[in-house]
Nanobody, 124 residues
Framework: QVQLVESGGGWVQPGGYLKLSCVSS?????MGWFRQAPGKEREFVAG????????KYHDSLNGRFTISQDKDKNTVYLEMNGLYPKDTAVYYC????????????????????WGQGTQVTVSS
């Protein structure tokens, strides 16, 4: 019912900047980002609620990432600043049309729709 297409990944040196984009084929209640590094479980990064722009971030990011939305374009962005090698992962866009409360956004099982993923590599 909803298709997500993310883009913007690539390779950057430590301390670098990347901006990811995710375009949705339809309006949803929440859209966000997860990442999965080699050998590790899928990890919540950030989410945003379309109705009021409420955001939630993983506590470990220390303000380095910013999620934003463009309602006219059905697009969500993730700006990543001061990247570390530990940020290296496949980043997935996720969405749900159901009114999932923000405290549940950290669980990937709460999201019904997923993009194909975009690789982010941070290394020197």
């Amino acid at each position: 019912q909803v298709q997500l297409v993310e883009s913007g990944g690539g390779w950057v040196q430590p301390g670098g900047y990347l901006k990811l984009s995710c375009v949705s084929s339809g309006r949803t209640y929440v859209m966000g980002w997860f990442r999965q590094a080699p050998g590790k479980e899928r990890e919540f990064v950030a989410g945003i609620r379309w109705s009021d722009g409420h955001t939630k971030y993983h506590d470990s990011l220390n303000g380095r990432f910013t999620i934003s939305q463009d309602k006219d374009k059905n697009t969500v962005y993730l700006e990543m600043n001061g990247l570390y090698p530990k940020d290296t992962a496949v980043y997935y866009c996720a969405a749900d049309r159901a009114p999932v409360p923000a405290y549940r956004w950290t669980n990937f099982l709460e999201f019904d729709y997923w993009g194909q993923g975009t690789q982010v590599t941070v290394s020197s």
